[in-house]
């Protein structure tokens, strides 16, 4: 069974930057979306970042015009591109995979921006 595989994670410093990454450890099939979801603790997991399998994307608005989210339909791979970044970004970042034959979640890649 496909797993998907986070990195990229890391301390920063407000306004700097950095770039996640997800892709599958084995095969997967029928995807449609690969998105990128971040969790602090005591809170529900939100929504970030979405790249499509036609090519579109979509943005939670606190990222908006700061995070870019890119992808391969072929190799099954997203990227997040955070730039800007801020304290209240702080968070465990999970990529998620919705395919036809269900949904995928990696194990969570720590990104702290700090002074």
């Known amino acids: 069974q496909a797993q998907l595989v986070e990195s990229g994670g890391g301390l920063v410093q407000p306004g700097g930057s950095l770039r996640l990454s997800c892709g599958p450890s084995?095969?997967?099939?029928?995807?449609?979306?690969m998105a990128w979801y971040r969790q602090t603790p005591g809170s529900q997991r939100e929504f970030v970042a979405a790249?499509?399998?036609?090519?579109?994307?979509k943005y939670a608005d606190s990222v908006k015009g700061r995070f870019t989210v890119s992808g391969d339909n072929v190799q099954n791979t997203v990227h997040l591109q955070m730039n800007s970044l801020k304290p209240e970004d702080t968070a465990v970042y999970y990529c998620k995979a919705v395919t036809s034959w269900g949904d995928y979640w990696g194990q969570g890649t720590q990104v702290t921006v700090s002074s």
């Open positions: 790249f499509y399998n036609r090519g579109n994307q």
């Open positions: 084995g095969s997967l099939v029928g995807v449609t979306v």
